[in-house]
């Protein structure tokens, strides 16, 4: 298994552009969220899904949208980027929603929005 | 979901245990204690996590006090591969209402 694969791992924007981060899981997983985190920060929560067709704002969702049409994916769009959007973004997954189940994330995507 | 409280830094010496104390006091009977360490901005990591007994896996364990207000990871003999930023999280339900804070940043010493 591949686990969370994200793409791309690197990003520059500049001010206004549009792009999609991927992510893609391949554990048969049901939750997927969307976390950033800023330096020296910890992790925010952007977007979750709880299953295909399914998707919920977290802590920090705008500047962004989501969509979820296959259990594997869940790709992130950032419309009109601004320097703000600076981040690290990193996919996750878990197969339940229980207080047992551990998460599994990507590698992350860096992205920079000059 | 319980708030969790940690040290903002450590250090350890190389091959000796590194004990990371997390408190969280407000926790509540059907919460789990997850540990996940962060290296080098990658993606977290999960560590180990327990309800209330102590639990230990190849990679640690996890000591939680009786009355589950606080608990102890340790890593028994640190390798310079640990030094990362710990992440103590108390949760009952989802990842979408998990707050994960700064954590503590170990730096292991050769």
């Known amino acids: 298994n591949a686990g969370v694969t994200q793409t791309p791992k690197f990003r520059i924007l500049k001010i206004g552009q549009s792009m999609t981060l991927q992510c893609t899981q391949d554990?048969?997983?049901?939750?997927m969220y969307w976390y950033r985190q800023d330096p020296g920060m910890g992790l925010k929560l952007i977007y979750y899904?709880?299953?295909?067709?399914?998707?919920d704002k977290g802590e920090v969702p705008n500047g962004y949208n989501v969509s979820r049409s296959t259990t594997e994916d869940f790709p992130l769009r950032l419309e009109l980027a601004a320097p703000s959007q600076t981040s690290v973004y990193f996919c996750?997954?878990?197969?339940?929603?229980?207080?047992?189940?551990?998460?599994?994330f990507g590698q992350g995507t860096r992205l920079t929005v000059v | 979901d319980a708030k969790t409280t940690q040290p903002p830094s450590m250090d350890c010496a190389e091959g000796r245990a590194a004990n990371l104390p997390c408190n969280h006091s407000?926790?509540?009977?059907?919460?789990?204690v997850y540990w996940y360490r962060q290296i080098h901005s990658q993606g977290p990591q999960y560590i180990i996590h327990?309800?209330?007994n102590n639990e230990t896996n190849e990679m640690a364990s996890l000591i939680i006090t009786e009355d589950r207000k606080s608990s102890t990871l340790i890593l028994p003999h640190a390798t310079l591969r640990d030094t990362a930023v710990y992440y103590c999280?108390?949760?009952?339900?989802?990842?979408?209402?998990?707050?994960f804070g700064t954590g503590t940043k170990l730096q292991v010493i050769p």
């Open positions: 996750a997954s878990s197969y339940t929603d229980r207080g047992r189940t551990e998460a599994f």
């Open positions: 554990m048969n997983h049901n939750y």
């Open positions: 899904s709880v299953g295909a067709g399914i998707t």
């Open positions: 407000t926790i509540s009977g059907n919460e789990y």
């Open positions: 327990g309800l209330k």
């Open positions: 999280i108390a949760r009952n339900g989802g990842y979408q209402k998990v707050t």
